[in-house]
């Protein structure tokens, strides 16, 4: 059985799972004070070149973006996210189930243009009737973003001069931040985003771990942060089962190798994809891969592989999202050689 | 190592990480629509005696209780909970930043009286000026207790009674159900909840699993469930790590056997206490032991055996919480013997 | 001292402040339930052609907006709204401190186009993930628009088939509706509205009232919509303040009368905007009118005449509001006309 | 007619309607931005004390609560306030409504004790689990109380000495402030309130104002209050209705004489109930007195004179509210006494 229908199909890397059976049995604390997240949390502060980062481990990212925007936020402020963020579009609204604003703008192969934030922000802040309208408190990014693509160190850079210049924090979701840190050419790495981010989380969930994401505060953790945890739902009362698996995701640079992994598949499949004639939407540098399809070869090719339906260009054609991962093997690649064959 | 301080200090009983171990790598489509969670809800509607039920897998008790009040409470509803009930007390007011009042009544036990039920909703339901106030929803009780105490099938069937009359759902958060199912002297099993309530979890975080609360809806789902799931960031891209954990809980009757384990070892822990001359706050038929100690012994014995603080009925003494659970072996009791010699 | 600052510049209408001060002394009970209130809504329910409409009446716009919003919106719902609606810019993100988020479509001259509504709600329902976005629950207009333009009777009808369709409410802002009911030119009146639409109000605040809004359900109530107006801080002790108003603003035609004096003033002030050369943003028949100023000229006037600004097109030029109401006079005019030559 | 239903039955003193029609006609900027606003403003600071006091007007009082609760409770905080607390019983869940829950303490005759709120604020914050509970971030009291009764001086001192010692900020519900100020022995102030509270209201709908409330923030107002009280539909577009009102009911000591007039005439109707052998449920020094009435003779008196139902302390007998106000005459006092005769 193979699937390239999305990054969550298959549950941990073994080498997670096994660090699971090892501690299995060994009593902890709760909430997160367990030996084990300590020693995560101690290998991502060293990862992200920040000793003196807070790191925090929730279940799923709809979750981790709502409470860290509820955190960073204040009771008047708004985040900036692009058209096709995931806040904006397919978290049901849970940013504004908690009282903040999404102010939209529009993308850019996924991206925010620095420029337009900049507009956005200082037209809200020099209007007479701000104290009329949202402000805009945050910027929120992702990366890869939900195209796949990658923001360039001096994209970053420029989104968090901005920032810092309109008293905006920046935010960062990694739910899929191991393909983005192993793609060919970037240069945008751990430390990097800590420098330029007031927050980011770096995705375990489709990363190689069965749930999880981590996030860190590089520098300032907002008050009472575990308080809007518990508020929202999200703290484990075994945070064991984060600590492990980040624990085992961040030694021996697994988290990095996975990423390679789901990245060097993509590659292959982009070759396979090119070999059958059919051509991507845009070129993307990560694990998700998005191919237009006329309707007839994807309908003929879904019975046998698993993909994701994306959108429909023109009534002829469909844009399908193949996404690869830590767990797209060989014969991933060659069952859908064959498929498309 | 041993531990008595909570029932959350260990991972996942074997079975279910042999389980979890097993099905690793089979890909699986996301969200819950895997055959591990499907097998899993069949079995859990089959123990529940019920058909016809819907089950939804959530990752913890604070965020199910939450998504749950939120799809079954109208706006204009708030929730009926004892003085003691943990979404009054120790969920950081989550049911509030949901809008969600909770009305509180005197707790006996931990357990809210049915006559109280009546006379509160009565009271607000034909108050001239109900419109104002904040109308009776739901009724929230929790089986077994904060004080690990257990309703009765006739005191169940009275608080359904009162829900009936006045047009209240009735929601049952079983974090520890399976103590309470496997309670000496109980006439409550899961076929009796299932009939009385509108809606209870089934606690997998305390009974035996990594993570992970089974919600079931024995009649009626609230419209647009999954949507109350989402966002409130509860909806697991890796729904299978539920799924397959609960499927191996319901298999071969394991919840009812680790159920059996917890309340055992409680059992032999209580006579621990008698020998050594310690009283417990209240007689309490599960997991959970509510010891009387003097300061000095309490401080003396938690360097050695991990416990709950609980609070301080006078100066001198101590409230203390041992808790069992299934992984608490002999050794642990015998360890425990000997601390307090 | 005259003002085109905004529709709001002065208290209430003679008539309305008489009636006010004939009823002063005759006491009455709270909360809407005094014999002017309900005099006023029978005469708002003649105007409307609809025996059967409730209405309420509340203090202010963005409050009514957002109660309204929260009682017809269920959980899993957003509302379309045009990029321009005050929900959506004006209002400080008061429906998404309710939870509800806003999803914006282009705006037409401050309208919505009914075939970009059917595609995002079609788009929207169609989605397989649909589960995890904001259902399209409800649609927001203003009539006057945001830029005082109004929709004809075919849009109203298109949109309002379009809801229909997806079942989704349609919700008419009328915040300066005697305005836009008086234009020359309009097939729109309160019985078309009140045919088409689910919700509406009806504004008194810039109609002639010191305050207060009329909201009409023409056919179905939302459930407990007192408790939702009381929830939300809306409910006023002396309802009365804004019933005995209402009645005399739907006495004799004052209603009517009142708007018409904003819109023929209106068309006198174009005249003498285009008596000294300056052009209209955009045609507008109704009390607001936009001019494009030279920026030179802009802040020649303001010092003596007090107007809006709105936005600078180019870096040159200003876009300055002019508002009409029911207490523009000659004289007002006649001062413009002097002040601009 | 007469009434003694409640304390709102009639319009607007005539003074205050008086200084409405003078002017009525003057054009003034909208949101508070007038001269009338300012003017009343300044008139209570000096009234105050308090040069440096910030004034805002709200229209009504469940808006003001929650508005201001809002704005001074961080999102991990909820207020504390007596069982009877009117936040707590009487509107309909609008503090939680924005998240803030509501830690009730037992009332004594309407009034919180300054030791229990020191234990709970002590209770939460020593306790080892405090990040999974509410913390105390502000203590609600009203004056008068819910029960017509008056803290004293020192009752206020050590309140406000407990908010000190806790970091909470205490806020005060003036609603009927006016007659709280003008009881008989009362030693409490408005230098007093604004001295030991962080923020507090002056009631103007009950004490001789159409619609209004006067909120004051002695020493620090919370940052962009502006922008809470227009996200929750609190900013009036003509913010002079409110000034112009207060305006006037702080001109001659005008508030204080109405205050007045509601005490007098209390007076004199409990010594017309005592007449009558009519027992009051609570010594009363306010506006509000509560008598005690068989069922027959309340059933009796009420069809010619309103007064509020309270509650049933035995079937055979009534708590009946009598509210004077600054409009009740010597004829309601007269046909009071024929009625009971």
Redesign the interface.
């Known amino acids: 059985?193979?699937?390239f229908?999305?990054d969550?199909?298959?549950?941990?890397h073994?080498a997670v799972?096994q660090r699971?059976?090892e501690?299995?049995?060994?009593?902890?604390?709760?909430y997160g004070f367990d030996t084990f997240s300590e020693s995560a949390r101690e290998k991502i502060r060293a990862a992200c070149g920040c000793p003196g980062a807070e790191v925090y481990f929730l279940?799923?990212?709809?979750?981790?973006?709502?409470?860290v925007l509820?955190?960073i936020l204040?009771?008047?402020e708004?985040v900036i996210a692009a058209q096709t963020g995931h806040i904006h579009?397919?978290?049901?609204?849970?940013p504004?189930?908690?009282?903040?604003?999404?102010l939209?703008l529009p993308e850019h192969e996924g991206k925010l243009n620095p420029a337009e934030i900049r507009a956005l922000a200082s037209a809200l802040l020099k209007d007479?009737?701000v104290?009329?309208?949202?402000?805009p408190g945050a910027v929120y990014i992702s990366h890869p973003t939900e195209w796949g693509t990658l923001y360039t160190r001096r994209e970053l850079e420029a989104i968090s001069a901005v920032c810092r210049e309109f008293g905006m924090r920046l935010y960062l979701d990694g739910a899929r931040l191991a393909y983005g840190l192993a793609a060919r050419d970037t240069d945008v790495d751990l430390p990097l985003i800590a420098s330029l981010c007031d927050a980011f989380y770096i995705g375990g969930?489709?990363c190689g771990a069965?749930?999880g994401e981590a996030v860190v505060f590089p520098r300032r953790t907002p008050?009472?942060f575990?308080?809007?945890i518990?508020?929202?739902?999200?703290?484990?009362?075994?945070g064991?089962?984060c600590g492990v698996q980040f624990d085992a995701l961040f030694t021996d640079g697994l988290y990095f190798a996975l990423g390679k992994q789901g990245v060097e598949t993509a590659e292959t499949l982009k070759t396979i994809l090119a070999k059958h004639g059919i051509p991507c939407y845009m070129d993307t540098p990560t694990n998700q891969q998005f191919a237009i399809m006329e309707n007839q070869r994807y309908n003929a090719i879904r019975e046998r592989v698993?993909v994701g339906?994306w959108s429909n260009p023109d009534p002829a054609h469909t844009i399908v999202r193949f996404a690869t991962a830590w767990?797209t093997t060989e014969e991933y690649l060659t069952e859908l050689d064959t498929a498309l064959g």
């Open positions: 059985m193979i699937t229908e999305n969550y199909s298959c549950g941990a073994p799972l699971l059976i501690t299995n049995l060994i009593p902890q604390p709760g279940s799923g990212g709809t979750q981790t973006n709502a409470v509820a955190s204040k009771p008047w708004g579009v397919h978290e049901a609204g849970a504004e189930a908690l009282g903040a604003k999404v939209a007479e009737n104290e009329h309208m949202v402000y969930t489709k069965l749930c008050a009472h575990v308080n809007f518990k508020k929202h739902g999200a703290l484990m009362a075994k064991r089962l698993p339906f767990y």
